[in-house]
C-alpha cells in the first residue's frame, strides 16, 4: 500500500509538472495560431502551403497540451446532466472530420436518452480519444462502431470498436498508464487512456476493453444513469452535498 501511494504521489506532481508547463505553453500556441491566420490571406499560395503546415503543427500541439491540461484537471469543470446518446450523435460529425476517408464511422443506439452526471466537454474528449487510438490502429482502413445502449443495471453504456491491429496482452496490462504509449513521439503522448480512465473513474464509472491482435479492439465505458429526480442544475467536480432520497 506505501508503494502504490508513492507511486500516485509521484503521478500527481508528475500531472501538476505538466499542466504548469502546458498551460503557458498554450498560450503561445495561441499566439502563433493567431498570426499564422493573419498571413494566410497575405502571402503566396507556395507559401500559403508552408502557413498551412504551421497551423496543422500548432494546432496538433494545442491538442496535446489540452490533452495534458485536462490529465492535470488544471480547469474547473463543471458536472450537468447530459445525454450520452445525444453526445456520441452530435460528435459524430466532428469525429468524422478527425479519420481518414479510408475509414467508416458508424453511430448507432436506442431512441431513449441516456441522461448521465458529466461534464459535457469530458465526455466529448473520450469520444475523441477512443476515435483517434482506433483511427491509428487501422492504417489501411476499416470501420468503427460507436454505440450507446442501457444494459440491465441503471448505467448507460458506450462502446466503440474497431477492426484494427488489436493489442498484444502487454499493452493491454499498460494502456490506462499515464504516459504508456506504442506510437512514435511525435504523435503518441500516452496520455489518451489514462486521461479516459480518469473522467470515467471521476464521474463513478467502469471501462473495460476487449482486444486480439489482427481482430479489433473494443472499448466499453459504464456511466450511473442520473436520477430521474435528480437536481438538474449544474454542479461542481466534486458532486452535490447532499444524495437525492
Ligand atoms: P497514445 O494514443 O498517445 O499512444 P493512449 O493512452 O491513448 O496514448 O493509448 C496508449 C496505447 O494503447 C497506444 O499507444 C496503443 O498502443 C494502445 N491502443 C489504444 N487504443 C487502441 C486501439 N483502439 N487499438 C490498438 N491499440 C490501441
Known sequence: AI??????????????????????????????????????DEVTPEGRKDLARIRDAADRARDLTGQLLLFAKRQPTQV????????????????????GANIQLICRGQPEPLPVR??????????????????DAMPDGGVIVMETDRPPGDNARLTVSDTGCGMTAEVRDRLFEPFFTTKPADQGTG???????????????????????????????????????????????????????
Open 3 to 40: 508503494e502504490r501511494s508513492a507511486r500516485a504521489k509521484r503521478m500527481e506532481s508528475l500531472g501538476q509538472l505538466a499542466g504548469g508547463v502546458a498551460h503557458d505553453f498554450n498560450n503561445l500556441l495561441a499566439i502563433i495560431l493567431n498570426y499564422a491566420d493573419f498571413l494566410i
Open 80 to 99: 450537468e446532466t447530459v445525454d450520452l446518446k445525444e453526445v456520441v450523435d452530435c460528435s459524430g460529425e466532428l469525429l468524422r472530420r478527425s479519420i
Open 118 to 135: 458529466a461534464n459535457r466537454g469530458h465526455l466529448d474528449q473520450i469520444l475523441l480519444n477512443l476515435i483517434v487510438n482506433a483511427r
Open 191 to 245: 496520455l489518451g487512456l489514462a486521461t479516459v480512465y480518469g473522467i470515467v473513474a471521476d464521474a463513478g464509472g467502469q471501462i473495460s476493453v476487449d482486444s486480439s491482435p489482427g481482430v479489433g479492439t473494443t472499448f466499453r465505458i459504464l456511466l450511473p444513469l442520473a436520477a430521474e429526480s435528480a437536481d438538474r442544475a449544474p454542479d461542481t467536480d466534486d458532486g452535490p452535498a447532499h444524495g437525492h432520497g
